[in-house]
T-cell receptor
Framework: DPKIIQKPKYLVAVTGSEKILICEQY?????MYWYRQSAKKPLEFMFS???????DNQTASSRFQPQSSKKNHLDLQITALKPDDSATYFC?????????????FGPGTRLTVL | GDSVTQTEGLVTLTEGLPVMLNCTYQ??????LFWYVQHLNEAPKLLLK?????KRPEHQGFHATLHKSSSSFHLQKSSAQLSDSALYYC???????????FGGGTRLTVRP
């Protein structure tokens, strides 16, 4: 069974619209993260959460808003979508927000903005 | 700020030859270094990470040595296999936070 679930696997959106990317982890981890991978910037850190609290935000745009309704959930809401937002978005988790802890990545959501 | 540099974007090898993928880094702190591997259409997975006691990490025939003097953490394997074909990322994290800073990645292709 997959331990980190990301939904949907593929997503096509039109410019200006809003989408939510879903992430659930069943590893019992306390820290969760979002990363983005695109042709221009290969793996780029976006956010980190620990016990449902935002710990680090490296995304300049407020159009990207993480949402944690449960300890094992970390969704990503993206508003006013732009073609440059096209990328694969990976959710990851680790036991704790520890600089030495292994981060496990989900399968990703590939977003295409037309 | 932190940065990780992987000088080779593409490496093509013949099966059985040694592999060496370069990784150098810059960090204000004393970082931990990682190698992640990403096979086609899959998620990145941890391959190995530096030890706190400077032991050399090894996994699946790969090893890497952290050289603080040269800020390097090159990935090596004595004999490449076809199944090693993948995208390899070097990354670092440090005490100021658990976020991973990745290098640009090296795509390794192993040919028969």
């Amino acid at each position: 069974d997959p331990k980190i679930i990301q939904k949907p696997k593929y997503l096509v959106a039109v410019t200006g619209s809003e989408k939510i990317l879903i992430c659930e982890q069943y590893l019992g981890h306390n820290a969760m993260y979002w990363y983005r991978q695109s042709a221009k910037k290969p793996l780029e850190f976006m956010f980190s959460y620990s016990y449902q609290k935002l710990m680090d935000n490296q995304t300049a745009s407020s159009r990207f808003q993480p949402q944690s309704s449960k300890k094992n959930h970390l969704d990503l809401q993206i508003t006013a979508l732009k073609p440059d937002d096209s990328a694969t978005y990976f959710c990851a988790s680790s036991q704790d927000r520890d600089n030495y802890a292994e981060q496990f990545f989900g399968p990703g959501t590939r977003l295409t903005v037309l | 700020g932190d940065s990780v540099t992987q000088t080779e974007g593409l490496v093509t090898l013949t099966e059985g030859l040694p592999v060496m993928l370069n990784c150098t880094y810059q960090s204000t702190y004393s970082p931990f270094l990682f190698w992640y591997v990403q096979h086609l259409n899959e998620a990145p997975k941890l391959l190995l990470k530096s030890f706190t006691d400077n032991k050399r990490p090894e996994h699946q025939g790969f090893h890497a040595t952290l050289h603080k003097s040269s800020s390097s953490f090159h990935l090596q394997k004595s004999s490449a296999q076809l199944s090693d074909s993948a995208l390899y990322y070097c990354a670092l994290s440090h005490n100021a936070g658990a976020k991973l800073t990745f290098g640009g990645g090296t795509r390794l292709t192993v040919r028969p």
